[in-house]
């Protein structure tokens, strides 16, 4: 937690602010949790959390932003890559699971979106385009020849990020599990199955 | 719907009320749902819900065993085949799909219950009475030799399943979308994965 000691008190920048903040959305949603929560929760005066953010929305919009743009790093990183789709897909795989872990409680909020307001709805919007390029990669997989018979690529891609983002329903940090280690498991399990071949 | 009519007015039998609290339950959580809100969305008194129902949480526990109660009808029966492990478990990956998609509200309730009250954390605890058979499945189908090398089988065990229950996200019975199809496709990414051998 980024907090530093002033005068004898807890302090919190702009980033611990939204790290508390993005906890307790998480724990009693955000819906259901005011400033005035979340200015008790901090020890801090409401105005103080304004000093920082101008709004709960604007808390939301940046905690969101912060997960959204982690993934699509991670697809932009893969996608530049120089290999097959095959390659690629498997490096995207390899880094949304990076991601979820190092980005936990920003994931684990973006997961929980539901569009009730314009920063949620404008998120899910997001969330989509992700989600339509990751089916397009899918497919470019299956054009190249990389895909076994018979698979459907939407179904496929809904699948394989389902499994990614329920790693969300566990994964606890302080119990440690790298995410290399998860993310070796999420590739192969992906690519290759269970099975002896 | 189990709806009939008598005497011009819709009546529920005690699986239509059972219904439509379950998706009451789902859309607006267990907690923030009072017998009252069960009451006036079914056009009933609080007492015609109580005549079938002792309490709010009779509901709940009636719904959970449903889902739960399937769940565990499709493991006894692919672990009673005659099959290796990895049969057995292909069985079971293919059966809890087929309930998902046949008990969808009731699979729903019962991942999102948390634990708050005694009949959820007795739903808790049963589900991972059913997850820890599959890490025994999955252990058992290494065991054998079935697996490919190097697959931890707990974390394998999550994944499968974090894939299955993440199909409750996504999947609309109204849109159609054969559980069959979407069985085969889980059994065969589960087993042999994506990507050509």
């Given at each position: 937690m980024t907090v530093s000691e002033k005068r004898g008190r807890p302090g919190y920048d702009r980033e611990g602010i939204l790290q508390v903040a993005v906890g307790v959305f998480n724990e009693h949603?955000?819906?259901?949790?005011?400033?005035?929560?979340?200015?008790?929760?901090?020890?801090?005066?409401?105005s103080a959390i304004y000093h920082h953010f101008g709004s709960?929305?604007?808390l939301l919009?940046?905690?969101l932003d912060r997960a959204l743009g982690a993934?699509?790093?991670a697809r932009d990183k893969a996608l530049a890559g120089?290999?097959?789709?095959?390659?690629?897909l498997e490096a995207v795989l390899r880094g949304a699971v990076q991601v979820l872990v190092a980005e936990l409680p920003y994931v684990t909020l973006l997961l929980r979106v539901r569009g009730n307001t314009d920063v949620e709805?404008?998120?899910?919007?997001?969330?989509?385009?992700?989600?339509?390029?990751?089916?397009?990669?899918v497919e470019a997989a299956?054009?190249?020849g990389s895909l076994r018979d018979g698979v459907d690529a939407g179904l496929a891609e809904r699948l394989l990020f389902g499994m990614i983002n329920s790693i969300a329903e566990?994964?606890?940090?302080?119990?440690g599990g790298s995410a290399d280690v998860i993310a070796d498991h999420v590739v192969s399990l992906a690519t290759a199955g269970l099975f002896r071949g």
């Open positions: 949603g955000y819906d259901a949790t005011s400033v005035g929560v979340l200015a008790e929760r901090l020890g801090l005066s409401k709960k929305s604007e919009e940046v905690a993934l699509e790093s120089e290999g097959s789709a095959a390659e690629q709805r404008a998120a899910v919007t997001r969330r989509r385009a992700f989600d339509r390029s990751m089916r397009a990669l299956r054009d190249e566990w994964y606890r940090p302080e119990q």
